[in-house]
């Protein structure tokens, strides 16, 4: 638990941090004048002075803001001998306040682009099943995609007439349409069917099903090992092992123990073939073994390529993003499809136990969406403010004090609507509160 809120700190603190640091530097480029640039908040620990400005660390390290002179709270400007010298936030041009909204949510982006460069520059393996081809491993039994006769083997080409040529793919596409009739078109050796299907539900996190999983490949066998000896082959797919389906690479060694040196049936899956392979687990010193390493795909670029790779995976991403916002505002998704800073805890601590690459990964990704969600038109957000001034650019005049607080208010109403949303989507996933929560 300890290390889950230690990671979290961590990731909410970069993350913020290069947030306000965007209004921080664009402000100052301006020439505006910016009281404190902190990152944490609270009580003032340590810092140096920038020109007019105590950039500072403080005792609460979940993030950071920046003050500026003459925003709506400020109460610093009468203690400064400068006071109406043009440098004060609202008497800039409109355009230059803009830029200093926007410039939050683009750093947040500009750290995921970074992030994630840096980490294909160094390379990283990931699970090759999501850039497979979206061929079925494993029917769940009960499952909306047994009722309609889905067979392993059979490769899915599109959901409701969108293409779909890797599992990553196939898997969003599905998960986004929750117990929702849809079309599935797919491949059996060479034909090709379309079936209606009512995806399901999964029980926590309310996202669709069909209840299929992709075939879990060979990515090694070793030399000399019992997968060698009875002709197992690297990219051939495991389906069953003595019966019980195989959903994921994890679930072989415990399979494989079981068996305690007796002969295990493999039921394979390969080039379009399945497959009855006897074989029999060797004792390595660590236990039962048949001698075979799960398929993985290795992520590494030049640094051209990197930043290449950086954008279109913070492009796609972007969209999807824009997409399950559409299906939320519709109802067309859960709010328990959305994560809060319960589930953001919990995945920030299984990220750090695996390593610097997966916490980078995950501040990449959650520094996405903090941007994307910061230009919401919600007031006190910097998607409301953006909001504002462009309704007084339309105007060709500032709205008066009290619209704006109307404004403001009616924002933060909204906003603390969702908030209650994402706290009870993290609640409602806890083993404690998970059953007495809808």
């Known amino acids: 638990m300890l290390t889950n809120a230690a990671a979290f700190v961590a990731v909410l603190g970069v993350m913020i941090f290069f947030h306000e640091f965007g209004h921080f530097i664009t402000a100052k480029g301006f020439g505006m004048r910016v009281f404190i640039f902190s990152f944490g908040f609270g009580r003032r620990l340590l810092g140096f002075k920038w020109g007019d400005t105590d950039c500072r660390v403080s005792l609460i390290p979940l993030g950071g803001y920046v003050k500026l002179e003459g925003e709506p709270d400020d109460r610093l400007s009468e203690d400064v001998s400068a006071r109406g010298d043009a440098r004060d936030f609202t008497s800039r041009p409109r355009w230059q306040r803009f830029v200093v909204y926007v410039a939050g949510p683009v750093m947040n982006g500009v750290l995921t682009v970074g992030v994630l460069s840096s980490l294909y520059m ?18 769940e039994p009960g499952s909306p995609a047994e009722a309609v ?15 779909v040529s890797s599992w990553e793919e196939a898997h969003y596409a599905i998960l986004v349409r929750p117990d929702t009739q849809v079309r599935l078109r797919f491949r059996r050796d060479a034909e090709e069917q379309e079936v209606a299907v009512r995806t399901g539900t999964t029980s926590v996190e309310k996202v669709g099903t069909l209840g299929v999983h992709p075939l879990v490949r060979v990515g090694r066998v070793l030399e000399k090992s019992a997968a060698e000896e009875v002709g197992l082959r690297p990219d051939d797919a495991i389906l069953r092992i003595d019966g019980k389906p195989v959903r994921s690479f994890g679930e072989i060694p415990p399979l494989v123990a079981s068996a305690k040196g007796s002969s295990l049936a493999l039921e394979v899956y390969r080039d379009g073939r399945f497959l009855e392979i006897p074989v029999t687990p060797r004792d390595q010193g660590s236990g039962p073994q048949i001698g075979i390493g799960p398929k993985m795909v290795m992520k590494k670029f030049g640094p051209v390529q990197a930043v290449r790779e950086a954008f279109a995976w913070t492009a796609s991403m972007t969209r999807q993003t824009f997409d399950v916002l559409g299906r939320l505002v519709t109802g067309r998704i859960s709010p328990k499809t959305m994560m809060g800073p319960l589930g953001i805890a919990q995945a920030s601590g299984d990220a750090a136990r695996g390593g610097l690459g997966p916490l980078a990964y995950l501040v990449a990704v959650i520094s996405l969406q903090v941007g994307i969600l910061n230009l919401l038109p919600l007031p006190p957000l910097d998607g409301g403010h953006l909001a504002i001034l462009l309704g007084e650019s339309v105007a060709r005049r500032d709205f008066s004090e ?37």
């Open 402 to 438: 009290q619209v704006k607080a109307w404004i403001m208010n009616a924002g933060a109403m909204v906003l603390f609507l969702l908030i209650g949303l994402v706290l009870y989507s993290d609640l409602s996933k806890t083993s404690i509160l998970g059953r007495y929560l809808p």
């Open 149 to 163: 006769g889905l067979r392993p083997g059979d490769q899915i080409l599109s959901v409701d007439g969108e293409p």
């Open 122 to 139: 160094m390379g990283f393996q990931v699970d090759a099943s999501l850039y497979d081809r979206p061929v079925v491993g494993v029917v």
